[in-house]
């Protein structure tokens, strides 16, 4: 099992704002660093340090954390965000990297 | 552009061995940490190992501690991973991404990702 949690599945209508999380108690001390996974695909980094974006991501995805949760939201989400994501960040320990088990967003 | 390529996937009988190398181009190889991370069919991202700029800091997942190892070669912008005692479990895609540049440590991000290697573990 994962050190991060998120939830397995949230769906969002075409053109609205959805929020997935991702929880843990190493959040606390450490960045969130946040992917998107197309099927078939590599993932792409979206988020990087709670809330620094990467040159080429649309501003649409931002990022952010409190105590033990880091959140990304997608305001106004489109079709082709239909994906899975992950975050990441380390253990409670600090020695080892982990990742949340991916969130499974839907675009109705 | 950064390019990341993995190679030396393939199938491989339980408790035998096998090598996944990632060439890198497109950037200063020898700057930056570099990991390995793993997809098993229908799963999650793993982490499985990190290396830093310089080899200086080395980790690796309790999973495959002991069976793994990661190198570099900066004179060839090479990554590999040498796998020894495969498991059914080791069943996955691996993944080559890019950390962080220069550091302490490998850092915990993953910047730019190859496509992937298969490594199917099976009798």
């Known amino acids: 099992s994962s050190e991060l949690t998120q939830d397995p599945a949230v769906s969002v209508a075409l053109g609205q704002t959805v929020r997935i999380t991702c929880q843990g108690d190493s959040l606390r001390s450490y960045y969130a660093n946040w992917y998107q996974q197309k099927p078939g695909q590599a993932p792409i980094l979206l988020i990087y340090a709670n809330d620094n974006r990467p040159s080429g991501i649309p501003d649409r995805f931002s990022g952010s954390s409190s105590r033990n949760t880091a959140s990304l939201t997608i305001t106004g989400a489109q079709a082709e965000d239909e994906a899975d994501y992950y975050c990441n960040s380390r253990d409670s320990s600090g020695s080892h990297l982990v990742f949340g088990g991916g969130t499974k967003l839907t675009v109705l | 552009e950064v390019q990341l390529v993995e190679s030396g996937g393939g199938l491989v009988q339980p408790g035998r061995s096998l090598r996944l190398s990632c060439a890198a181009s497109g950037f200063t190889f020898g700057d930056y940490a570099m990991h390995w991370v793993r997809q098993g069919p229908g799963k999650g991202l793993e982490w499985v190992s990190s290396i830093g700029w310089n080899s200086g800091t080395i980790g690796y997942a309790d999973s495959v501690k002991g069976r793994f190892t990661i190198s570099r070669d900066n004179a060839k912008n090479s990554l590999y991973l040498q796998m020894n005692s495969l498991r059914t479990e080791d069943t996955a895609f691996y993944y080559c991404?890019?950390?962080?540049?220069?550091?302490?440590?490998?850092?915990?991000?993953?910047?730019?990702w190859g496509q992937g290697a298969l490594v199917t573990v099976s009798s």
């Open positions: 991404a890019r950390g962080i540049f220069g550091g302490d440590d490998y850092g915990d991000l993953f910047d730019y």
